[in-house]
C-alpha cells in the first residue's frame, strides 16, 4: 500500500477519534477523570501524523536508491530529498496538479512513478521534454539534432547485478544548465532490442535499430534515461513519462551508511 495512502488513513482515524471526543465526550466526563487510551493516543499522534503528511505531501519527501541504474551519480543506498513542490503543488494520494510551479527542465534528476505500474517510485534523468527529438545512437545522445557535449573523464568501476566487477568507460555530460557524469559498457549494444514493449503510448513516436533509436516525445510526457547508459531499463524500453506521473526532484543525498562522506550531497 502507498505510504502517502497509509498516513492519510492514519490522520483521519486520529482525528476523527479527537473531534469526536471534542464533541461529544469530554463533556460528558468528571473533569479530573482521565482520558480513554484510544482518545490519548489519538490526540498524541494526530499532530505528529499531519505535520509528517504535510511535509512529505508538499515540500520534501525521502526515498532510498535500490539500484545502480544512475551510477555515478546516485549509488546503491544512498537516501535521497525529493522536491515536491518544483515541478508544481499536487494533491497527495491522487498526485493532482492544482499550481503550477514549472516544467522539468532537461537534465533535471526526477522522481515519477512507473507507468507500467505507478505503485513503483522510479529515478532517471529527464533528457527529453515535450516537443522534443530524442537520438540515442552509438552511445551518443543528440536532442533536436544536435549532440550533447561530452568529454572523456576516464573510468568507473562498481559491483554489478550477480556481484560481477563492471568496468566503464566515463564522460561528462553537459544536458541543458546541467554538466554531469554517464557511464557506458564497451562492447555493449545502445539498446536491447529484444527488451522494448512493442505497446506502450505513443510507440509510433519512435524508431528502433541496431544502433539506437530516435524518439519524438508527445505533449504532457517525458523522457528519461539513467547515467548508467548500458544497465538502466528507462524510457527506452517502456515509453514515456506522463506529467501526471511526476513525484518531484531530487536534489539532495543526506544519507549513505556505507559512504559517510555522500552526506549532504547536492545532486547536479
Not at 516537443?131 to 544536435?146: P, S
Not at 547508459?229 to 524510457?235: I, L, V
Amino acid at each position: 500500500m502507498d505510504f502517502a495512502l497509509i498516513m492519510f488513513v492514519a490522520l483521519v482515524i486520529t482525528g476523527v477519534i479527537w473531534l469526536l471526543d471534542s464533541l461529544f465526550f469530554k463533556s460528558k466526563r468528571p473533569k479530573d477523570a482521565k482520558l480513554p487510551v484510544l482518545t490519548e493516543y489519538a490526540k498524541s499522534f494526530f499532530p505528529v501524523i499531519l505535520a509528517v503528511f504535510m511535509l512529505r505531501s508538499f515540500l520534501v519527501e525521502p526515498f532510498k536508491i535500490p539500484s545502480g541504474s544512475m551510477l555515478p551519480t546516485l549509488l546503491v543506498g544512498d537516501f535521497i530529498l525529493v522536491n515536491k513542490y518544483t515541478y508544481g503543488i499536487r494533491l497527495p494520494i491522487i498526485n493532482k496538479k492544482i499550481i503550477d510551479v514549472r516544467a522539468p527542465e532537461k537534465g533535471d534528476v526526477m522522481v515519477f512513478r512507473y507507468p507500467k505500474d505507478p505503485s513503483l517510485d522510479y529515478i532517471k534523468r529527464v533528457v527529453g521534454v515535450p516537443g522534443d527529438t530524442v537520438t540515442y545512437r552509438n552511445k551518443r545522445l543528440t536532442i533536436n539534432g544536435k549532440p550533447l557535449a561530452t568529454q572523456k573523464d576516464g573510468t568507473y568501476n562498481y559491483v554489478g547485478r550477480g556481484l560481477n566487477y563492471v568496468t566503464t568507460e566515463q564522460y561528462k555530460e553537459q544536458l541543458g544548465q546541467h554538466l554531469h557524469t554517464i557511464i557506458t559498457q564497451p562492447g555493449r549494444p545502445s539498446i536491447d532490442l529484444s527488451q522494448v514493449d512493442s505497446q506502450f503510448p505513443y510507440r509510433e513516436n519512435c524508431d528502433y535499430n541496431d544502433e539506437g533509436f530516435t524518439c519524438k516525445v508527445p505533449q504532457g510526457y517525458y523522457f528519461m534515461m539513467g547515467d548508467n547508459r548500458d544497465d538502466s531499463t528507462d524510457s527506452r524500453y517502456w515509453g514515456f513519462v506522463p506529467d501526471r506521473n511526476i513525484v518531484g526532484r531530487a536534489f539532495m543525498v543526506w544519507w549513505n551508511f556505507d559512504h559517510l562522506k555522500r552526506i549532504g550531497h547536492m545532486i547536479e
